[in-house]
C-alpha cells in the first residue's frame, strides 16, 4: 500500500534555532495531512492540520507547509525549546466510510540541546 | 475535563493467550480509534467505532477485534497472542472525524503489551 515517509529519522538542534522536519507522501488522493508530537512514555498529541486545498497554516510556533508537486510535507517550529524535543509524526487522512483513516509516517526524533 | 484513559498500562502475557485492553474517551467523543506502534512497523491504524459500530478496519488480522459500548467506551481484544503483538496499544477519540473540523484525536497514554 502507499505510505508516508521522512527523510531525517534525527534532528538535533540547539536551544532557539528554527526546526525543520520533512516528510514525503505517495497518496495524492489524501485529503488532510497531520503532525503529532509524542514524548516518551505518552501517547501522540495533535500539533497541527492542513487540508490538501492548502499550502501554508501557522499556529502557535509551528508552520505547516505543503507542496502537493513534489508530495512533501514539513514542519516548522520557531525559536526550539528543550520542551520540544520529542518524536514527531506525519500522518495523511483520506476519507473511507464516513470517517478519515490515518497513514502515520515512521517518526523523527528531534532533540534541542540547551 | 478527563483525557482518555487506556487500562491496564502494562500487561505480560504468553503466547496463545488472548488479551482484553479497555478505552474510555473523553466525555462527549463518540468516535474511538485503536492503533499499534511498534519500533519496526511505526503506528498503524488497527480500527475505528463510533456509536458502536465499527466504521473502518486497518489491515490486522481477525485476531484482532474491538467493540464499542453504549456509553462510548471501548475494548479491543487480541486472541492467540503471537510474540509480534508486543506492542504499545493507543487509544485516541474524536468528537467525530467524519465532520470537516473533527480532525483533531486525542491519543490515551497506551497499554504496553508484552508477549513472552
Known amino acids: 500500500g502507499e505510505s508516508v515517509g521522512l527523510h531525517l529519522p534525527t534532528l538535533s538542534v540547539q536551544e532557539g534555532d528554527n526546526s525543520i522536519i520533512n516528510c514525503a507522501y505517495s497518496?495524492?488522493?489524501?485529503?488532510?495531512f497531520i503532525w503529532y508530537k509524542q514524548e516518551s512514555g505518552k501517547g501522540p498529541q495533535f500539533i497541527i492540520d492542513?487540508?490538501?486545498?492548502?499550502d501554508k497554516r501557522q499556529g502557535q510556533r509551528v508552520t505547516v507547509l505543503l507542496n502537493k508537486t513534489v508530495k512533501h510535507l514539513s514542519l516548522q517550529i520557531a525559536a526550539t525549546q528543550p520542551g520540544d524535543s520529542a518524536v514527531y509524526f506525519c500522518?495523511?487522512?483520506?476519507?473511507?466510510?464516513?470517517?478519515?483513516?490515518?497513514?502515520f509516517g515512521r517518526g523523527t526524533s528531534l532533540i534541542v540541546h540547551p | 475535563k478527563a483525557g482518555v484513559t487506556q487500562t491496564p498500562r502494562y500487561l505480560i502475557k504468553t503466547r496463545g493467550q488472548q488479551v482484553t485492553l479497555s478505552c474510555s474517551p473523553i466525555?462527549?467523543?463518540?468516535?474511538v480509534s485503536w492503533y499499534q506502534q511498534t519500533p519496526g512497523q511505526g503506528l498503524q491504524f488497527l480500527f475505528e467505532?463510533?456509536?458502536?459500530?465499527?466504521?473502518n478496519k486497518g489491515n490486522f488480522p481477525g485476531r484482532f477485534s474491538g467493540r464499542q459500548f453504549s456509553n462510548s467506551r471501548s475494548e479491543m481484544n487480541v486472541s492467540t497472542l503471537e510474540l509480534g503483538d508486543s506492542a504499545l496499544y493507543l487509544c485516541?477519540?474524536?468528537?467525530?472525524?467524519?465532520?470537516?473540523?473533527?480532525?483533531?484525536?486525542?491519543f490515551g497514554p497506551g497499554t504496553r503489551l508484552t508477549v513472552l
Open positions: 485516541a477519540s474524536s468528537a467525530d472525524p467524519g465532520l470537516a473540523g473533527g480532525h483533531e484525536q486525542f
Open positions: 497518496n495524492s488522493a489524501s485529503d488532510y
Open positions: 492542513i487540508r490538501s486545498n492548502m
Open positions: 500522518a495523511e487522512k483520506i476519507r473511507r466510510g464516513g470517517s478519515y483513516i490515518p497513514t
Open positions: 466525555s462527549g467523543h463518540r468516535s
Open positions: 467505532y463510533f456509536s458502536e459500530t465499527q466504521r
